[in-house]
């Protein structure tokens, strides 16, 4: 079963709003996370690296005031796109790793649509 | 910085043997991960490989991995319909645990 969980799976939002995606870790305690995007037919660049208990640390490129990422506890980050416009409209993948694994498994994903 | 490249698209006749190739730039690569992703889900992990290994199989799957020429390959035997996906190649450096992704390989089956 999937040992990192996302919510919600499909999200529709009002240009203008915001919106919270979550990332859960199930089975461990992740004291990192990661959120990629995806754009149709492409690959997943990397947004941010999430820390528990500090601030995110932030790709080049990526505005930090839009994406917001909070990493409050050890099996829960979060990614609030402020201000949504329908270019923000993509797929948004997280991952987690245990502090000393070598695997590390992605959510299942979150589509937001922004109309 | 570190780069990781992929041709876009395979076709193979089901049954035959698929091989999807990657070459990355980071020396410094820890691991090197497969993954699959189908139309519309996430990513599923299919097998990865240690930096200081040269080989590894999984039932269908096989791994080989060129270090000197910083070369990663996935072969399926007997590919399946259910192989049809996009395969990502992604290296991990040693410095942090972030993961860079090649841009995929769509594998389409032919009958």
């Known amino acids: 079963g999937a040992v990192v969980s996302q919510h919600p799976s499909w999200v529709i939002c009002k240009s203008g709003t915001s919106v919270k995606i979550e990332c859960r870790s199930l089975?461990?305690?992740?004291?990192?996370m990661f959120w990629y995007r995806q754009f149709p037919k492409q690959s997943l660049m990397l947004m941010a690296t999430?820390?528990?208990?500090?601030?995110?640390?932030?790709e080049q490129g990526v505005e930090k005031d839009k994406f917001l990422i909070n990493h409050a506890s050890l099996t829960l980050s979060t990614l609030t796109v402020t201000s949504a416009h329908p270019e923000d409209s993509s797929f948004y993948i997280c991952?987690?790793?245990?502090?000393?694994?070598?695997?590390?498994?992605f959510g299942e994903g979150s589509w937001l649509t922004v109309v | 910085g570190e780069d990781v490249e992929q041709s876009l698209f395979l076709s193979v006749r089901e049954g035959d043997s698929s091989v999807i190739n990657c070459t990355y730039t980071?020396?410094?690569?820890?691991?090197l991960y497969w993954y699959k992703q189908e139309p519309g889900a996430g990513l599923q992990l299919l097998t990865y490989?240690?930096?200081?290994?040269d080989m590894k199989q999984d039932q269908r799957l096989t791994v080989l991995l060129n270090k000197k020429d910083k070369h990663l390959s996935l072969r399926i035997a007997d590919t399946q319909t259910g192989d049809s996906a996009i395969y990502f190649c992604?290296?991990?450096?040693?410095?942090?645990?972030?993961?860079?992704f090649g841009s995929g390989t769509r594998l389409s089956i032919r009958p």
């Open positions: 490989i240690f930096s200081n290994m």
């Open positions: 999430s820390n528990e208990g500090s601030k995110a640390t932030y």
């Open positions: 089975d461990f305690q992740a004291t990192t």
């Open positions: 992604a290296e991990r450096g040693s410095s942090a645990s972030k993961i860079i």
């Open positions: 980071d020396s410094s690569s820890t691991y």
């Open positions: 991952s987690a790793s245990e502090t000393s694994g070598n695997t590390i498994y």
